[in-house]
């Protein structure tokens, strides 16, 4: 494809890989003169890599590499510290660019809806994500690991990532960028047993065959699955012909179900056909109660009138993420995405909103892995090069005239490399791998220097 010379100014909101990936996409197919200024809410790149991919897996971590070059592309600048609907509004976008690219992503837990879910040692996934991520937001977050059992609802990937953190030791995440604060605390840790239960059948789970069978390499825990839980109904049975993916999760499974129990220290018992129905406790969670599934004619979840209590002292709920409203932008409140046509917002009455587009996860739900959002992202840019003349010099506002007359102290990429090479000293200082995270947002102020 012809690249065109196109001056265009585009703001880029959010700096996670749908973020950064919009950029590369405005780079490549608008040509070396589009400039592109990512903003983020925190004073660090990089979005989920950074604080949603769990700390041992390094080499999904990697790709930060990958979108640093973006971020260091000319054309391109970080703005960190700039929150939309508190420092700008989407108006304010747009009387200083050409167009807004709004990747947000999904960061809000999905709540079940059943009795008990508020009390205390009722966790979402997401805060528990948060913290051992060492999101500066969740540095203050206290969970109690004295406990014995503890239940992880859903079978997704995230589900897997919270199952592993609570099942490895400290010393096995001695070499990640986790906190200090998460090593100390999983050091303490008295879980012993962990469910991970899921409410339809195996062939259904949402996790991928890969990061489940990390679950199954892990030192010090032994999984267990119930052969009954195998037993495939027709759909399943059908689905396992049709599909690879879950060909490989039931392999996997399959093998665990055959396994005699070991010795290790912890234990992970995988569940299917399990839905919550309550989480009960005096004061705090005690147990979980739950009601035996099956699917209907329908393919959907029906429950069978036949109940089980897990005791647990801590409920993970990791039933999904969902993204939330942006002020000024029009919203779908039952898909929680901002309703678009191939990243071009749409209003109520279902017309184009000129200048304003969307990518990633508040575009089209949180699903994929990080590199989905690559081509989620060129797709947006497609519609929005389509859009906008070429060739037309910008004549808007400045952003950096608005953000200082407005007193907003942001965080440049600079400011983002203090508190990089800060990172990388502290993991040196404490001989822990490559990276330390800075626990919190005075940690990350007192390096910038705000
Ligand atoms: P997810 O893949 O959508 O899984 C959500 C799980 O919650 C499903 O098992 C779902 O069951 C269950 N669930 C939903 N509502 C429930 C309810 N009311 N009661 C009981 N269970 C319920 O979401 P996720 O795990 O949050 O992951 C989000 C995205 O991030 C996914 O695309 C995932 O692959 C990605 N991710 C990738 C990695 C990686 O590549 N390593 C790591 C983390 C996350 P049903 O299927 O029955 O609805």
Redo the contacts with the bound molecule.
């Keep these: 494809m012809a690249v065109v010379a196109n001056p265009l100014q585009i703001a880029v909101i959010g700096s996670g890989p749908a973020g950064i990936y919009a950029a590369e996409a405005l780079l490549k197919q608008g040509g070396p003169d589009i400039k592109v200024d990512v903003l983020d809410r925190l004073p660090t790149p990089y979005g989920l890599v950074r604080y949603?991919?769990?700390p041992d897996?390094k080499s999904?971590k990697s790709i930060a590499k990958y979108l640093q070059r973006v971020l260091e592309s000319p054309g391109v600048r970080f703005i960190g510290c700039v929150e939309l609907g508190k420092d700008i509004t989407s108006a304010d976008l747009l009387d200083c660019y050409d167009a807004v690219i709004y990747c947000t992503g999904a960061m809000v837990d999905?709540q079940?809806?059943i009795p008990g879910e508020d009390l205390p040692g009722s966790v979402a996934?997401t805060d528990f994500v948060n913290w051992y991520c060492g999101h500066p937001d969740a540095t203050g977050l206290e969970f109690d690991l004295s406990v014995d059992e503890a239940a992880v609802?859903?079978?997704?990937?995230?589900?897997?990532?919270v199952v592993r953190i609570l099942a490895k030791t400290a010393d096995e995440l001695r070499e990640s960028d986790a906190p200090e604060y998460v090593i100390e605390a999983l050091a303490d840790s008295k879980i012993r047993r962990i469910h991970m239960?899921?409410?339809?059948g195996p062939a259904?789970?949402?996790?991928?065959t890969?990061?489940l069978r990390e679950l199954g390499e892990l030192e010090n825990a032994a999984v267990s699955v119930r052969p009954e839980d195998m037993e495939l109904d027709p759909a399943s049975a059908a689905l396992e012909e049709s599909d690879r993916h879950v060909r490989g999760n039931l392999k996997v499974l399959r093998g665990w179900a055959a396994l005699e129990p070991d010795d290790r220290p912890r234990r992970l018992d995988v569940r299917f056909w399990l839905?919550?129905v309550e989480i009960r406790g005096d004061g705090r969670v005690e147990e979980l109660r739950l009601e035996r599934t099956a699917l209907n004619d329908d393919g959907r979840?029906t429950g069978t009138g036949s109940y089980e209590v897990l005791p647990a002292g801590m409920v993970l709920r990791?039933?999904?993420?969902k993204s939330v409203p942006l002020p000024g932008v029009p919203f779908d409140e039952r898909r929680y995405v901002v309703p678009n046509d191939a990243g071009r917002i749409i209003d109520p009455d279902g017309a184009p909103v000129p200048g304003e587009y969307v990518a990633g996860w508040i575009k089209r739900g949180?699903?994929?892995?990080?590199g989905?959002n690559k081509s989620d992202a060129a797709e947006t840019v497609r519609s929005l090069l389509a859009d906008l003349p070429a060739g037309r010099p910008h004549e808007g506002k400045s952003i950096d005239g608005l953000l200082e007359e407005r007193g907003v102290a942001c965080v440049t990429y600079t400011g983002w490399l203090g508190i990089d090479a800060a990172e990388i000293a502290l993991a040196e200082k404490l001989g822990r791998g490559e990276r330390v995270k800075l626990a919190g947002w005075d940690a990350m102020r007192a390096v910038w220097g705000a």
């Design positions: 949603g991919v769990a897996h999904i999905r079940l809806g996934a609802i859903g079978v997704g990937n995230v589900a897997v990532d239960i899921g409410r339809r259904q789970a949402k996790f991928t890969k990061e839905r919550p979840v990791s039933v999904g993420y949180p699903t994929g892995v990080v989905t």
